[in-house]
């Protein structure tokens, strides 16, 4: 299994910090997205990074992947209170339509 | 909206009385999945439909089954629920070419007596 392990497990932070997972997966992969899940909901696309970048950029989130070291970070800059939520790091292998989602980090923004 | 519809958003059941959840789409997509997640978890990837071919994870328990009787629903039927399967059950979609980003509904939660 290449599941992911995010850490912090949990992360607690007070609003307008900025916050930091990180994720790291086991075999190459095509692609890595974040996805956010509010508590007793679903999951949310948040960002898709592709093997062959390296930064992406989509509001106040940034994600970095290292390929080499198979880890990806998730930076949520200016936190706000409604970012409280959990954030799961997810792998694409090429050619499979199946996604392995890490274990994820909780993430507690305090007004 | 398009959208993915599971119902109910909550289900209890007996010990050992069949279950069914459902969820719909309106995206037209070709691959509908079923996870399972326990609190403070991550999904765990139960089985896919890409089109009309099943594809059951190895570890699956048989008590799982699933039926796509069309593109828009996507069932899970549990046999004969334990204790243990009490969850958070979320069905996704996906279009393959667009990168296997998933869209998620906003789950089941199953309760067992």
């Known amino acids: 299994s290449q599941q992911g392990e995010e850490d912090p497990q949990a992360l607690s932070i007070q609003e307008g910090e900025n916050a930091t997972m990180n994720c790291s997966y086991k075999t190459s992969i095509n692609n890595l997205q974040w996805y956010r899940q509010n508590s007793g909901r679903g999951l949310v696309h948040l960002i898709l990074?592709?093997?062959?970048?390296r930064e992406k950029h989509s509001g106040r989130l940034r994600v970095t992947l290292d390929t080499s070291k198979k880890s990806s970070s998730l930076l949520i800059t200016a936190s706000r209170a409604a970012d409280t939520a959990s954030y799961f790091c997810?792998?694409?292998?090429?050619?499979?339509?199946?996604?392995?989602f890490g274990k994820g980090t909780k993430l507690t923004v305090n007004p | 909206d398009a959208m993915v519809i599971q119902n109910p958003r909550y289900q209890v059941t007996q010990f050992g009385k069949p279950v069914t959840l459902s969820c719909s789409q309106t995206?037209?997509?070709?691959?509908m999945y079923w996870y399972q997640q326990k609190s403070s978890q991550a999904p765990k990837l139960l089985f896919h439909y890409y089109d009309k071919d099943f594809n059951n994870e190895a570890d699956t328990p048989d008590n799982f089954q699933s039926r796509r009787p069309n593109t828009s629903f996507c069932f899970l039927d549990i046999r004969s629920p334990g204790l243990g399967d009490a969850a958070m059950y979320l069905c996704?979609?996906?279009?393959?070419?667009?990168?296997?980003?998933?869209?998620f509904g906003a789950g089941t939660r199953l309760s067992v007596l």
């Open positions: 996704a979609t996906s279009r393959v070419i667009l990168q296997n980003i998933q869209y």
């Open positions: 997810a792998t694409a292998e090429g050619g499979s339509e199946k996604l392995v």
């Open positions: 995206l037209n997509h070709n691959v």
């Open positions: 990074i592709r093997s062959n970048e």
